[in-house]
Structure formats: C-alpha cells, structure tokens
C-alpha cells in the first residue's frame, strides 16, 4: 500500500482493513531529480525496472523540452525573480527561474509579505491545491496558479505540462 508522508494514519487505515499488505512511503516532491529516484526506487520494489526506465526517457525528455521553451519565454532574455509556496518551487527550477523567497504552506505573516515583497518577484508560485490566497498583494507580482498533483488519468507529464503553459503565459506578461 503506498501512502505518503502527510498520511499519518495509513497504517491503522491497512489495520482496519484487514490488509496484509506492506507499507510503502512514497516521497511527491516533483523536484525532477526526486521523481526520477522515486520511479526507479519503486520500479525496483515491484519488479517494473524496465517500465521505470522507459518512463524516466520519456520524462527527461518531456522536460528538457519544457524546460528549454520557459527559458526562451524568459521576459527580455532574462530569468524571472520568483516567490515560492514551498510546494512548488520545482516549477521555479524546470523554468530556471531565480528564487527569490518562499513562503508557505501556512498563510504569509506581515513581516513575511515585506520582506518577500522587498526582494521585487516578477512571479509568485502558488500552490493551487493549498492557496493561501494572494500572496504579495500590490507587489506588482503576478500570481501563478501551480498544479501539484496528477488528475483522474493519475500521469504525472500533465503535471509538468500544465506548469509549463501557466508558467509561459505569466512571463509573457511580465
């Protein structure tokens, strides 16, 4: 049974059930070099090597592409100042975006909003499934709704995809 590390109560939910299955944690950072781990590390614990590593081509190849096209949207040719819920600032790196601050998961503090409003982000990089809102209001900063998690079809390329197109959009306007 996977489970993450947010679900504390995924050994007493198996309990419950009357599952013999063993517990496997799975780390969701979408960090590229933690997806690329945790897809061979489970690859290995089912037997599915071979699909694991087809896979990850396919997913270095999807996102040095994307990857490359953020970084040719970059506004004036350069790389964007950014804000980050902490969540999301694996789409700060595919973009090679400079982060500037992060902030998050809880709402940001007033002294927070000043200090990150001080450093000037073109960008903020809010997690769409915890917002806390607007986060730098009257910075000037555009807010960037970012995707964390695969929808029905469970495939994590949307994901980055989807990123990828909010990203472009936002520097287009920067």
Sequence with gaps: MLYAPFEPYA?????????????????????????RGEVARLG????????????????????ARLSADLKAA????????????????????MAGARTVGTYGPEAVTA???????????ALVLD??????GEVLPDSGARQVKIVNYPGKDMDLLPVYRGAAEQLKKAMKGA
């Design 11 to 35: 050994g007493k939910i198996k309990d419950a059930a009357g599952s013999k299955a063993d517990l496997v944690r799975v780390d969701l950072d979408n960090d590229a070099a933690k997806v």
């Design 44 to 63: 290995k614990l089912f037997g599915t090597e071979k699909a694991a590593a087809d896979w990850r081509k396919t997913f270095d190849r999807e996102y």
């Design 74 to 93: 970059w506004p004036d040719g350069r790389s964007p100042a950014v804000v980050s819920q902490v969540f999301t600032t694996w789409s700060a790196r």
């Design 111 to 121: 002294s927070q909003l000043a200090g990150l409003s001080a450093k000037k982000p």
């Design 127 to 132: 997690n769409a499934h915890m917002s806390t």
